[in-house]
């Protein structure tokens, strides 16, 4: 299902349906990214759990194949309780999807990992978020080459980029920093 659902805040935020990425795009993206960002800290010496990182990205959106993707921006109908509708619905979905699961002991590690994620206390889950953000910008960065023009996305890349600085790992800076160059380049290149 997660290759079918569009991610619904890029159709919020202007991109044709047809051009949006999929919740599986964004899931795989999202782990490739956690994945450098995971090595780079365990080069600096920071114990890292690689395989738990890999495994939270993988799985963080996939409560979304029943939920389809809750874009922020229809959460603020909401008001103040719109985020906690958002995650009440996705843990619900998140426990339905892995009751399927032939093995309980399995189960019972997949909700420890969603847990983790929801929390956002752990180095790993800290990686994975800061993973999810960037691979936010580095998508508005693909939709501007496309020819997305600024003003479309502007509202997202200053949101995620504000979030993004206050996230003290180095591996985060180095990323974000390479994120910055290429979305300056993206908007000096001629159209």
Known sequence: ?????????????????????????????????????????????????????????????LAEALTFDISKSYLQYLGKRGEAVKKELEQAAWAHIVKGVPSRSIEANYLRLQDEFDAGETLESQIVHAADKLDILFQVIEYHRRGYPKPTLIELWATTNHALKAVPLSSVRKLHKTALGLYRAEAMRPR
């Open 1 to 61: 299902m997660l290759k079918t659902i569009p991610r619904s805040g890029w159709i919020s935020h202007g991109v044709a349906v047809q051009e949006t990425e999929s919740v599986a795009d964004h899931s795989f993206s999202t782990a490739v990214i956690a994945m450098l960002l995971a090595d780079l800290e365990a080069e600096e010496g920071r114990p890292v759990n690689v395989e738990r990182v890999l495994r939270m990205a993988m799985l963080h959106d």
